[in-house]
């Protein structure tokens, strides 16, 4: 089977140590995996927000998050696969039997694509059901496509009809 190369938005995030170094990493990871593939044509990158640690103890850490944009005709099962591998290389723990969020050193989310390519199976739904709920995921998604439709609305008009807590604030990358 024969896909069309479309852009794939991937959330990124991180709330342990130096996070901004995680990001890095999961960015150099994901691309270097993609190119030995030859599945990749370019990448974009929003800019990077912190937000509080929401549904979380009080004291977890804040986390850092962006979202990828990467041009692709990678199936995404197969991406799905890609990204859990670079996670786990990078320390990610996934504790099903947890209750609630948890702690991470990367996180990578397949949110949706620029064709609106939906995919459903135990493993993986896109579009990401929670992202039009999450400022931390909108915002930089908007900030990359405002124009994109996902759940028939533009991602710009589903970020200002998010809720404005917990706050998502804009935070440079270390030169």
Do not use: K
């Not at 979380?56 to 991406?79: K, Q, S």
């Not at 990367?106 to 739904?125: Q, R």
């Amino acid at each position: 089977m024969t896909m069309n190369v479309r852009t794939v938005y991937l959330g990124l995030g991180t709330n342990l140590s130096d996070r901004h170094a995680w990001l890095d990493q999961g960015v150099a990871a994901l691309e270097a995996s993609l190119v030995e593939r030859r599945a990749i044509q370019s990448m974009s990158m929003s800019p990077r927000y912190e937000t509080e640690a929401w549904g979380m103890a009080e004291g977890t850490p804040a986390f850092l998050n962006m979202v990828v944009g990467v041009d692709t005709d990678m199936r995404l099962d197969a991406l799905l696969r890609v990204l859990l591998e670079i996670e786990r290389e990078h320390g990610r723990v996934r504790d099903t039997g947890a209750e609630g969020y948890l702690n991470r050193t990367l996180d990578m989310d397949i949110l949706c694509t620029s064709d609106g390519e939906t995919w459903s199976s135990e493993d993986l739904v896109v579009p990401h059901p929670r992202m039009t709920s999450r400022r931390f995921v909108l915002q930089p998604l908007a900030d990359l496509s405002p124009h994109l439709t996902v759940a028939d609305q533009t991602v710009r008009a589903a970020l200002e009809a998010c809720p404005s807590r917990p706050e998502v604030v804009p935070v440079a990358a270390p030169s």
